[in-house]
């Protein structure tokens, strides 16, 4: 799957992180399509108009969510949009194919997916870091800090650290940065050790 127009990547095109799900895959394939055609900049301060445009708009966003919508609608929305934003070609290329794909729905985890390889694009590395309740101060610069010295991060990046909450995970914390994944959660240690005892049963 894949945005239209575009062509083997060459290095310089490749996406600077990769990204899982349909959303990722609609995400990589704007971005390589833009740096191949040196549009990464316009791309991204298009994206940033259209993700506005969506945020302040709750009645757009559910129009957008709505699967139902004849072909027709979808064509004028796109046109809507494209001349509200007044986006460059391939993020109005990008719009297109959602909506003839009818995928439209996805549109804002797409666009947050974009974020996720412009700031990778800039030396920007996120990560989240999820806990049963908020995380003090202290301890999220402890942590932040743990992170920026790790190979994660890599010298000359900066990191951007994200405190999410999940009364689910009872406890611990679960690290996600880049693709990588570490889970120090409570839920996940009772979890493996339920399976340990049923396996020994």
């Given at each position: 799957?894949?945005?239209?127009?575009m062509a083997?990547?060459?290095?310089?095109?490749?996406?600077?992180?990769?990204?899982?799900?349909?959303?990722g895959?609609?995400?990589?394939?704007?971005?390589?399509?833009?740096?191949?055609?040196?549009?990464?900049?316009?791309?991204?301060?298009?994206?940033?108009?259209?993700?506005?445009?969506?945020?302040?708009?709750?009645?757009?966003?559910?129009?957008?969510?709505?699967?139902?919508?004849?072909?027709?609608?979808?064509?004028?929305?796109?046109?809507?949009?494209?001349?509200?934003?007044?986006?460059?070609?391939?993020?109005?290329?990008?719009?297109?194919?959602?909506?003839?794909?009818?995928?439209?729905?996805?549109?804002?985890?797409?666009?947050?997916?974009?974020?996720?390889?412009?700031?990778?694009?800039?030396?920007?590395?996120?990560?989240t870091?999820?806990?049963?309740?908020?995380?003090?101060?202290k301890?999220?610069?402890?942590?932040?800090?743990?992170?920026?010295?790790?190979?994660?991060?890599?010298?000359?990046?900066?990191?951007?650290?994200?405190?999410?909450?999940?009364?689910?995970?009872?406890?611990?914390?679960?690290?996600?940065?880049?693709?990588?994944?570490?889970?120090?959660s409570?839920?996940t240690?009772?979890?493996?050790?339920?399976?340990?005892?049923?396996?020994?049963?």
């Amino acid at each position: 799957m894949a945005v239209r127009g575009m062509a083997t990547a060459t290095k310089s095109s490749v996406p600077p992180v990769q990204l899982f799900g349909l959303d990722g895959t609609y995400a990589s394939a704007l971005y390589t399509a833009a740096a191949k055609s040196s549009a990464l900049e316009a791309v991204e301060k298009s994206l940033s108009k259209l993700k506005s445009i969506v945020s302040k708009d709750p009645k757009l966003a559910e129009i957008i969510a709505n699967p139902a919508l004849s072909q027709s609608d979808k064509t004028a929305i796109v046109e809507i949009i494209t001349k509200a934003a007044s986006l460059d070609s391939a993020s109005a290329n990008l719009l297109s194919v959602l909506a003839e794909n009818n995928r439209l729905a996805i549109l804002p985890e797409v666009l947050s997916k974009y974020e996720t390889l412009v700031n990778a694009y800039h030396g920007l590395v996120e990560a989240t870091v999820t806990s049963a309740q908020s995380l003090d101060a202290k301890t999220l610069s402890t942590i932040e800090a743990a992170l920026a010295a790790s190979e994660f991060v890599g010298e000359g990046k900066k990191l951007q650290l994200t405190n999410k909450v999940n009364s689910d995970i009872l406890g611990g914390l679960v690290v996600e940065i880049g693709d990588k994944t570490v889970d120090l959660s409570v839920q996940t240690k009772v979890t493996r050790l339920n399976q340990a005892l049923n396996e020994s049963i």
